[in-house]
């Protein structure tokens, strides 16, 4: 069985950072692009930063210039590094891949800021 699972989400004050990772388990094949959604209570879900296999990246405007996402294919794992974090990045984090050309989700990570 192939799953992803989240790590890293916890509680932090304004400005401080979060490294967020998503690891890919099971018979892995091929992954091509990897991401990161988040959703807040009573809001939609948002794509914050997708990556490609090549490393192509790409941000959603509230997040340029704080947030880096990075993947390192040898261990099948896609990062989000938060950084001058604010009270709107209040979320559960879910990463999403496309595994074994197929689209699969993580369960989520909270990320609470919060001073």
């Known amino acids: 069985q192939v799953q992803l699972k989240e790590s890293g989400g916890g509680l932090v004050q304004p400005g401080g950072s979060l490294r967020l990772s998503c690891a890919a388990s099971g018979s892995i094949i091929i992954i091509r692009d990897m991401g990161w959604y988040r959703q807040a209570p009573g809001k939609e879900r948002e794509l914050v930063a997708t990556?490609?296999?090549?490393?192509?990246?790409n941000y959603v405007d509230s997040v340029k210039g704080r947030f880096t996402i990075s993947r390192d294919n040898a261990k099948n794992t896609v990062y989000l590094q938060m950084n001058s974090l604010k009270h709107e990045d209040t979320a559960l984090y879910y990463c999403?891949?496309?595994?074994?050309?197929?689209?699969?989700w993580g369960q989520g990570t909270q990320v609470t800021v919060s001073s």
């Open positions: 999403n891949a496309d595994l074994n050309l197929h689209d699969y």
């Open positions: 990556i490609t296999r090549g490393g192509s990246t």
